[in-house]
């Protein structure tokens, strides 16, 4: 009984000893024991490490993505609520966001055919032209001109005025130069760089002054 406790005691002291590191010389390597310091130590690159304060994580997480960005416009606006659409714009919408851009639209000149008493007529000439192998086109959406033909459509007056020359000399005896729309300009407001709060907002305006609303810019 007497050796058991001794045995016991010194077996407790060895243990102890080679918890605390006392006995790394004799075995030669660290165990589950392994005090912190010397852990570190081992690490590779332990300078790399360091232990950062409650809620630098989340400050050093990377930014968000930046917001996408939409072009946004309402036109054509008409003549008479343009001084409105500007009063809303300012009144509404952040300061420089918003434009308002014109839009100049040319004349559209034709090379004319007509205009005919009925369709009759109308359906006569249209095969002459097949025979003679000239394009053409049915007038449609000016009653001013209807029923009629174009066989050429030009953007200035001086364009169609020498290819009705031309098609005098191949014996196109009854044309004539007319205009087929006038020069026009058109206003549009427009929102180049829209977040998303910005686009509902102008998604919802739409009424009498913008009309159908804004929509992706052309």
Not at 77 to 87: D, G, R
Not at 108 to 129: P, Q, S
Request: proline content about 6%.
């Amino acid at each position: 009984m007497r050796a058991l406790i001794i045995l016991l005691v010194l077996a407790n002291l060895g243990f102890y000893a080679w918890t605390q590191g006392w006995l790394d010389d004799v075995v030669g390597a660290r165990s589950i024991g392994d005090r912190e310091p010397e852990r570190l130590a081992r690490q590779v690159r332990p300078e790399l490490v360091r232990i950062l304060p409650e809620g630098a994580a989340s400050a050093a997480a990377p930014a968000s993505a930046p917001a996408v960005l939409a072009c946004l416009e309402a036109g054509p606006l008409k003549e008479a609520n343009l001084a409105a659409a500007q009063a809303t714009a300012q009144a509404t919408l952040p300061s420089g966001s918003w434009a308002l851009t014109k839009t100049e639209q040319p004349a559209v000149w034709i090379v004319y055919m007509g205009k005919f008493a009925n369709h009759e007529a109308l359906a006569k000439k249209t095969e002459e032209l097949m025979r003679r192998k000239l394009p053409y086109e049915e007038i449609q959406g000016n009653p001013a001109l209807e029923p009629g033909l174009s066989i050429g459509r030009f953007d200035t007056r001086a364009g169609a005025d020498k290819a009705l020359e031309q098609f005098t000399q191949q014996g196109v005896r009854t044309a004539r130069v007319a205009e087929l729309s006038p020069a026009a300009s058109s206003h549009w407001l427009r929102v180049e760089k829209a977040d998303a709060a910005l686009v509902a907002r102008l998604t919802a305006m739409k009424g009498e002054v913008f009309g159908p609303g804004f929509v992706a810019c052309r």
